[in-house]
């Protein structure tokens, strides 16, 4: 089991840029794919970004590709979410997740059996 702990969270003006991080605990982080999501208030919990397990391969949201940026490092069981030309709409609790089976779903938040708090994001017009 995993355990994902998020930071970075903040106010933000609109363009300007945020880092997320997630540590997780435990000494097979590198065998877990990882994923963002996030909900505003008032909506549901959606995907972001994910990333696979050794880093090779990257996915996104139509709404953040281009702006948004996912890595890990897996020497020091983090990952992250580099988040630049924020809007508004961006602002929401964000969340880390894990899973250990593969890829196949990964924008589902369903597939992912291991979460983090969250961390809130608010980005000022």
């Known amino acids: 089991q995993v355990q994902l702990v998020e930071s970075g969270g903040g106010l933000v003006q609109a363009g300007g840029s945020r880092r997320l991080s997630c540590a997780a605990s435990?000494?097979?982080?590198?065998?877990?794919?990882m994923g963002w999501f996030r909900q505003a208030p008032g909506k549901e919990r959606e995907f972001v970004a994910a990333i696979s397990r050794s880093g090779a391969s990257t996915f996104y949201a139509d709404s953040v590709k281009g702006r948004f940026t996912i890595s890990r490092d897996n020497a020091e069981n983090t990952v992250y979410l580099q988040m630049n030309s924020l809007k508004p709409e961006d602002t929401a609790d964000y969340y880390c997740?894990?899973?250990?089976?593969?890829?196949?779903?990964?924008?589902?938040?369903?597939?992912?059996?291991?979460w983090g708090q969250g961390t809130q994001v608010t980005v000022s017009s």
């Open positions: 435990g000494r097979t982080f590198s065998a877990y794919v």
């Open positions: 997740a894990a899973r250990r089976d593969s890829l196949s779903g990964y924008d589902s938040a369903l597939r992912y059996p291991y």
